[in-house]
Protein backbone atom coordinates (compact mmCIF):
# COMPACT_ATOMS: atom_id res chain seq x y z
CA UNK A 1 0.00 0.00 0.00
CA UNK A 2 3.04 2.25 0.74
CA UNK A 3 4.27 1.76 -2.60
CA UNK A 4 1.34 2.34 -4.26
CA UNK A 5 0.86 5.65 -2.52
CA UNK A 6 4.33 6.77 -3.35
CA UNK A 7 4.05 5.80 -6.80
CA UNK A 8 0.56 8.15 -6.81
CA UNK A 9 2.66 10.69 -5.37
CA UNK A 10 5.51 11.13 -7.51
CA UNK A 11 2.87 10.58 -10.76
CA UNK A 12 0.81 13.73 -9.08
CA UNK A 13 4.46 15.63 -8.70
CA UNK A 14 5.46 15.25 -12.08
CA UNK A 15 2.38 15.28 -14.08
CA UNK A 16 0.35 18.64 -12.30
CA UNK A 17 0.24 21.51 -14.03
CA UNK A 18 0.76 24.75 -12.07
CA UNK A 19 -2.41 27.23 -13.25
CA UNK A 20 -1.90 31.01 -12.96
CA UNK A 21 -4.73 32.86 -11.96
CA UNK A 22 -4.62 35.13 -14.96
CA UNK A 23 -4.67 31.81 -17.58
CA UNK A 24 -8.03 30.23 -15.68
CA UNK A 25 -10.72 31.82 -18.54
CA UNK A 26 -13.93 30.29 -16.62
CA UNK A 27 -14.43 29.27 -13.40
CA UNK A 28 -18.75 28.05 -12.33
CA UNK A 29 -19.24 27.36 -8.63
CA UNK A 30 -22.89 27.94 -8.28
CA UNK A 31 -23.15 31.33 -7.98
CA UNK A 32 -25.76 33.37 -9.94
CA UNK A 33 -25.28 36.98 -11.68
CA UNK A 34 -28.76 36.70 -12.19
CA UNK A 35 -31.84 35.36 -13.44
CA UNK A 36 -31.11 32.07 -14.87
CA UNK A 37 -27.29 33.49 -15.01
CA UNK A 38 -24.36 31.52 -13.74
CA UNK A 39 -22.07 33.53 -12.64
CA UNK A 40 -17.82 33.25 -13.91
CA UNK A 41 -15.75 33.43 -10.53
CA UNK A 42 -12.44 33.55 -12.88
CA UNK A 43 -12.62 37.58 -13.43
CA UNK A 44 -13.82 37.12 -16.77
CA UNK A 45 -17.14 37.47 -16.87
CA UNK A 46 -17.77 34.46 -19.15
CA UNK A 47 -21.16 34.27 -17.26
CA UNK A 48 -23.23 30.96 -17.77
CA UNK A 49 -26.68 31.51 -19.87
CA UNK A 50 -29.18 28.93 -18.16
CA UNK A 51 -31.39 27.30 -21.04
CA UNK A 52 -34.28 24.41 -19.94
CA UNK A 53 -37.14 22.13 -21.60
CA UNK A 54 -39.33 19.61 -20.50
CA UNK A 55 -39.91 20.85 -17.27
CA UNK A 56 -36.46 20.41 -16.53
CA UNK A 57 -34.59 22.70 -14.09
CA UNK A 58 -30.75 23.66 -13.24
CA UNK A 59 -31.13 25.28 -9.93
CA UNK A 60 -28.10 25.86 -7.37
CA UNK A 61 -28.42 24.16 -3.54
CA UNK A 62 -26.26 24.24 -1.26
CA UNK A 63 -24.43 22.41 1.57
CA UNK A 64 -22.42 23.36 4.35
CA UNK A 65 -18.98 22.96 3.37
CA UNK A 66 -19.32 23.36 -0.26
CA UNK A 67 -22.00 26.02 -0.59
CA UNK A 68 -23.78 26.65 -4.00
CA UNK A 69 -23.25 24.21 -6.61
CA UNK A 70 -25.23 23.44 -9.55
CA UNK A 71 -28.01 20.60 -9.84
CA UNK A 72 -29.56 19.06 -13.55
CA UNK A 73 -32.37 17.24 -14.00
CA UNK A 74 -32.66 14.28 -12.63
CA UNK A 75 -34.39 10.85 -13.65
CA UNK A 76 -32.98 9.00 -16.79
CA UNK A 77 -35.59 9.36 -19.70
CA UNK A 78 -35.04 7.62 -22.99
CA UNK A 79 -38.83 9.00 -24.89
CA UNK A 80 -39.30 12.33 -25.45
CA UNK A 81 -40.38 14.45 -24.03
CA UNK A 82 -37.60 14.91 -21.25
CA UNK A 83 -36.76 17.10 -18.58
CA UNK A 84 -33.62 18.98 -19.86
CA UNK A 85 -31.24 21.44 -18.81
CA UNK A 86 -28.04 23.11 -19.89
CA UNK A 87 -25.44 26.33 -19.62
CA UNK A 88 -24.04 27.95 -22.37
CA UNK A 89 -21.33 30.50 -21.89
CA UNK A 90 -21.90 33.82 -23.27
CA UNK A 91 -18.65 33.75 -25.05
CA UNK A 92 -16.12 31.19 -26.15
CA UNK A 93 -13.52 33.14 -27.72
CA UNK A 94 -10.71 32.46 -25.01
CA UNK A 95 -12.46 28.83 -24.35
CA UNK A 96 -10.12 27.22 -27.61
CA UNK A 97 -5.95 26.54 -26.49
CA UNK A 98 -3.56 29.53 -27.28
CA UNK A 99 -0.73 29.14 -30.01
CA UNK A 100 -3.54 28.73 -32.71
CA UNK A 101 -5.29 25.52 -31.02
CA UNK A 102 -1.77 23.73 -30.02
CA UNK A 103 -1.39 25.33 -26.85
CA UNK A 104 -1.30 23.51 -23.47
CA UNK A 105 -4.80 23.80 -21.38
CA UNK A 106 -6.95 21.84 -19.04
CA UNK A 107 -11.03 21.75 -17.98
CA UNK A 108 -12.77 19.44 -15.50
CA UNK A 109 -15.47 19.72 -12.91
CA UNK A 110 -16.55 18.21 -9.66
CA UNK A 111 -19.11 15.73 -10.67
CA UNK A 112 -21.86 13.69 -8.50
CA UNK A 113 -24.33 11.29 -9.58
CA UNK A 114 -27.47 11.41 -7.74
CA UNK A 115 -29.00 8.34 -9.54
CA UNK A 116 -27.33 5.19 -10.88
CA UNK A 117 -26.54 5.85 -14.19
CA UNK A 118 -28.71 4.44 -17.40
CA UNK A 119 -27.08 2.00 -19.36
CA UNK A 120 -29.17 3.72 -22.28
CA UNK A 121 -27.41 7.09 -23.00
CA UNK A 122 -24.29 8.65 -22.55
CA UNK A 123 -23.74 11.94 -20.35
CA UNK A 124 -22.30 15.15 -20.95
CA UNK A 125 -20.25 17.28 -18.43
CA UNK A 126 -18.63 19.92 -20.00
CA UNK A 127 -18.19 19.95 -24.24
CA UNK A 128 -16.38 22.78 -27.47
CA UNK A 129 -17.44 21.53 -30.65
CA UNK A 130 -19.25 18.31 -32.18
CA UNK A 131 -17.31 14.62 -32.67
CA UNK A 132 -17.14 14.13 -36.30
CA UNK A 133 -14.79 14.22 -39.07
CA UNK A 134 -12.48 17.21 -39.50
CA UNK A 135 -14.05 18.82 -36.60
CA UNK A 136 -12.12 19.94 -33.38
CA UNK A 137 -13.56 19.22 -30.08
CA UNK A 138 -12.21 18.97 -26.40
CA UNK A 139 -15.32 17.28 -23.80
CA UNK A 140 -15.47 15.84 -20.60
CA UNK A 141 -18.16 12.95 -19.99
CA UNK A 142 -19.47 10.31 -17.78
CA UNK A 143 -21.09 7.88 -20.05
CA UNK A 144 -22.62 5.12 -17.97
CA UNK A 145 -21.12 6.45 -14.70
CA UNK A 146 -17.20 6.66 -15.76
CA UNK A 147 -15.62 9.42 -16.74
CA UNK A 148 -13.67 10.25 -19.61
CA UNK A 149 -11.56 12.97 -22.09
CA UNK A 150 -12.38 13.51 -25.28
CA UNK A 151 -9.48 15.53 -27.48
CA UNK A 152 -9.71 15.72 -31.71
CA UNK A 153 -8.65 18.32 -34.34
CA UNK A 154 -10.58 17.27 -36.68
CA UNK A 155 -8.29 13.60 -37.89
CA UNK A 156 -6.46 12.69 -34.75
CA UNK A 157 -8.90 11.68 -31.91
CA UNK A 158 -7.71 10.79 -28.23
CA UNK A 159 -10.44 9.05 -26.10
CA UNK A 160 -9.30 8.79 -22.54
CA UNK A 161 -11.34 6.96 -20.06
CA UNK A 162 -10.49 7.00 -15.71
CA UNK A 163 -9.96 3.84 -14.18
CA UNK A 164 -10.46 0.00 -15.20
CA UNK A 165 -12.99 -1.15 -17.61
CA UNK A 166 -15.20 -1.46 -14.88
CA UNK A 167 -15.03 1.42 -12.68
CA UNK A 168 -18.68 3.23 -12.13
CA UNK A 169 -18.64 6.39 -10.16
CA UNK A 170 -20.35 5.87 -6.67
CA UNK A 171 -23.71 7.22 -6.60
CA UNK A 172 -23.69 10.24 -4.04
CA UNK A 173 -19.94 10.99 -3.69
CA UNK A 174 -18.29 13.81 -5.28
CA UNK A 175 -15.22 13.39 -7.41
CA UNK A 176 -12.83 15.77 -9.14
CA UNK A 177 -12.50 14.76 -12.42
CA UNK A 178 -9.40 16.83 -14.98
CA UNK A 179 -8.39 16.64 -19.00
CA UNK A 180 -5.08 18.27 -20.06
CA UNK A 181 -3.13 18.39 -22.76
CA UNK A 182 0.07 18.66 -21.23
CA UNK A 183 2.20 19.15 -23.95
CA UNK A 184 1.12 18.99 -28.09
CA UNK A 185 1.77 15.63 -27.90
CA UNK A 186 0.17 14.53 -24.21
CA UNK A 187 -2.93 14.44 -22.73
CA UNK A 188 -3.98 13.10 -19.16
CA UNK A 189 -7.41 12.16 -16.87
CA UNK A 190 -7.17 12.46 -13.41
CA UNK A 191 -10.06 11.42 -10.92
CA UNK A 192 -9.44 13.09 -7.67
CA UNK A 193 -11.03 12.99 -4.17
CA UNK A 194 -11.95 17.28 -4.34
CA UNK A 195 -11.85 17.92 -0.45
CA UNK A 196 -8.43 16.64 -0.50
CA UNK A 197 -6.75 16.45 -3.73
CA UNK A 198 -5.76 12.39 -3.08
CA UNK A 199 -5.82 10.64 -6.78
CA UNK A 200 -8.76 8.15 -6.56
CA UNK A 201 -7.35 6.89 -9.50
CA UNK A 202 -4.22 6.23 -11.15
CA UNK A 203 -4.04 9.07 -13.50
CA UNK A 204 -3.90 7.56 -17.45
CA UNK A 205 -1.64 9.23 -19.88
CA UNK A 206 -1.73 9.43 -24.02
CA UNK A 207 0.90 10.35 -26.37
CA UNK A 208 -0.75 11.42 -30.13
CA UNK A 209 0.98 13.85 -32.84
CA UNK A 210 -2.44 16.40 -32.98
CA UNK A 211 -2.47 19.85 -34.78
CA UNK A 212 -4.24 22.35 -33.55
CA UNK A 213 -7.89 21.90 -31.27
CA UNK A 214 -9.74 24.80 -32.71
CA UNK A 215 -13.68 23.68 -31.90
CA UNK A 216 -16.35 25.57 -33.29
CA UNK A 217 -19.94 26.69 -31.82
CA UNK A 218 -20.73 27.15 -28.89
CA UNK A 219 -19.69 25.38 -25.44
CA UNK A 220 -22.22 23.30 -24.01
CA UNK A 221 -22.36 22.11 -19.90
CA UNK A 222 -25.03 19.38 -19.05
CA UNK A 223 -25.83 18.08 -21.99
CA UNK A 224 -25.89 18.39 -26.11
CA UNK A 225 -28.44 20.97 -26.63
CA UNK A 226 -32.50 21.93 -25.73
CA UNK A 227 -34.34 19.58 -28.00
CA UNK A 228 -38.12 19.10 -27.24
CA UNK A 229 -38.41 16.29 -29.77
CA UNK A 230 -35.40 13.89 -28.46
CA UNK A 231 -34.52 12.15 -25.32
CA UNK A 232 -31.69 11.89 -23.59
CA UNK A 233 -30.31 9.21 -26.38
CA UNK A 234 -29.74 11.88 -28.44
CA UNK A 235 -28.86 15.22 -26.28
CA UNK A 236 -26.45 13.39 -23.65
CA UNK A 237 -28.68 14.90 -20.85
CA UNK A 238 -26.35 15.18 -17.58
CA UNK A 239 -28.22 13.88 -14.41
CA UNK A 240 -26.59 14.80 -11.21
CA UNK A 241 -24.89 18.03 -9.23
CA UNK A 242 -21.64 19.81 -10.76
CA UNK A 243 -19.04 22.41 -9.42
CA UNK A 244 -16.27 23.98 -10.32
CA UNK A 245 -16.61 23.95 -13.66
CA UNK A 246 -12.63 25.34 -15.22
CA UNK A 247 -10.71 26.08 -18.28
CA UNK A 248 -7.85 27.60 -18.48
CA UNK A 249 -5.11 27.34 -20.77
CA UNK A 250 -1.15 28.36 -21.33
CA UNK A 251 0.46 29.02 -24.95
CA UNK A 252 4.07 28.06 -24.07
Not at 131 to 142: F, H, M, R, T
Not at 186 to 212: N, Y
Request: neutral net charge.
Amino acid sequence: MKTLVAALSSVLVATSLAWPRDQLELRYAGDLAGPALVADSSGNAVHGAIATGGTGTVTTPSEPGRGPFLRFPGGSCTVAPCPQGVIRPTSTVTLVPGSEGEGRFVYGADIRLTEPPSPAAGMNVFQFGAAGAGLSQWKLQVDYGRPSCRWSDGTQVVLLPAGPENFQMTVGRWYRVTCSRKARVLFSIRVDDPATGIPLLVPRFQTVRMAGIMPTGSVVIGGKRINATQSDIDTDQFHGDLDTIEFGRRSD
